[in-house]
Nanobody
Framework: QVQLVESGGGLVQPGGSLRLSCAAS????????MGWYRQAPGKQRELVAH???????DYADSVWGRFTISRDNAKNTVYLQMNSLKPEDTAVYYC?????WGQGTQVTVSS
């Protein structure tokens, strides 16, 4: 059974940083592309960033230059480093391999 467990969310002031982690188990992590989505209240879930198994990355325009996705295959973990956070980044953040989803971690950007 595949499990994806996110951590690292919290409350941060505008301009601050957070690093989210997603630990995977029950899957051959290294062969999976991984992604981070987010969902704000009243809005659809949107793709924030994804990373292919060869390390190639892509980002939503709204986070380009501020967020960085990375992976550590030895630790079966994918990360999302979020810098220069804005109030509009407030959302529940989910990691996925497009077959399985984590439970989400809340990120709140507010002064």
């Amino acid at each position: 059974q595949v499990q994806l467990v996110e951590s690292g969310g919290g409350l941060v002031q505008p301009g601050g940083s957070l690093r989210l982690s997603c630990a995977a188990s029950g899957t051959i992590f290294s062969i999976n592309a991984m992604g981070w989505y987010r969902q704000a209240p009243g809005k659809q879930r949107e793709l924030v960033a994804h990373i292919q198994r060869n390390g190639k990355t892509d980002y939503a325009d709204s986070v380009w230059g501020r967020f960085t996705i990375s992976r550590d295959n030895a630790k079966n973990t994918v990360y999302l480093q979020m810098n220069s956070l804005k109030p509009e980044d407030t959302a529940v953040y989910y990691c996925t391999n497009w077959s399985d989803w984590g439970q989400g971690t809340q990120v709140t950007v507010s002064s």
